[in-house]
């Protein structure tokens, strides 16, 4: 399943990072069959695709 939302890129220090909306996430890591951790995923930014990870930081 592929899940689309718009939002803008951010980053903390050198690490770029989006807000992924609340039932996106929550999708996510029930399919990942986890609920902390890292999860591989496959991100398109302006059209270009790249293999990303995502994370839980501070409980965002």
Same mark, same amino acid.
């Given at each position: $399943? $592929? #899940?689309?939302?718009?939002?803008?890129?951010?980053?903390?220090?050198?690490?770029?990072?989006?807000?992924?909306?609340?039932?996106?996430?929550?999708?996510?890591?029930?399919?990942?069959?986890?609920?902390?951790? #890292?999860?591989?995923?496959?991100?398109?930014?302006?059209?270009?695709?790249?293999?990303?990870?995502?994370?839980?930081?501070?409980?965002?």
């Amino acid at each position: $399943m $592929m #899940h689309q939302f718009k939002t803008t890129l951010d980053i903390i220090g050198i690490n770029p990072f989006v807000y992924v909306p609340e039932q996106i996430l929550k999708d996510l890591f029930t399919r990942a069959g986890k609920d902390k951790g #890292h999860i591989p995923e496959c991100i398109v930014i302006n059209n270009n695709q790249h293999k990303q990870t995502l994370v839980k930081f501070s409980g965002d």
